[in-house]
């Protein structure tokens, strides 16, 4: 399974973006800003480009949180973790609606609005019920999964 995260359009406080699974529009994301190669602040960055593999981290404190919060939805049995990104730990692909809830994350939301400032999402907690069975299920079954970020 390959996701493919392309940017729209990005601020000075965020980045906006769409998320494809196998060339299929799945629904928007909202990331941290973009800032020149090389150069990361904790938790306000958004990842560079690259391909990495996605995989799902159990027993984390976000984990148990979200296994609890998404039980009655959908089976829920870890974080969708993007793994192995340069000078970055623990990045997360879960629900939000503004740069303030990304700490570094990917956020996801069927519906996006861009501004000057700083985009936001609405319907957050919607696109993950929706794609979180679906990737959940490619790596439970031993697929390959992979994101691939591309910047402009």
């Excluded at 959908?74 to 879960?94: D, Q, R, S, T």
């Amino acid at each position: 399974m390959r996701l493919l995260l392309k940017t729209l359009h990005k601020t000075n406080e965020s980045t906006l973006g769409a998320l494809y699974i196998d060339n299929v529009f799945q629904c928007f994301t909202l990331e941290d800003m973009i800032r020149p190669m090389g150069l990361k602040v904790y938790g306000k960055t958004a990842i560079p480009e690259g391909i990495y593999t996605l995989g799902l981290r159990k027993g984390s404190p976000l984990a148990k949180r979200y296994d609890k919060r998404y039980r009655k939805h959908i089976p829920h049995c870890g974080m969708l973790w993007v793994k192995g990104v340069p000078n970055f730990k623990w990045i997360y692909i879960h629900p939000g609606n503004s740069s303030s809830d990304t700490e570094g994350c990917i956020l996801i939301g069927n519906t996006a609005r861009k501004t000057c400032d700083g985009s936001t999402l609405a319907q957050s907690r919607t696109a993950y019920r929706a794609l979180y069975p679906l990737v959940s299920g490619a790596i439970e079954r031993g697929a390959n999964v992979t994101l691939e970020v591309q910047r402009f």
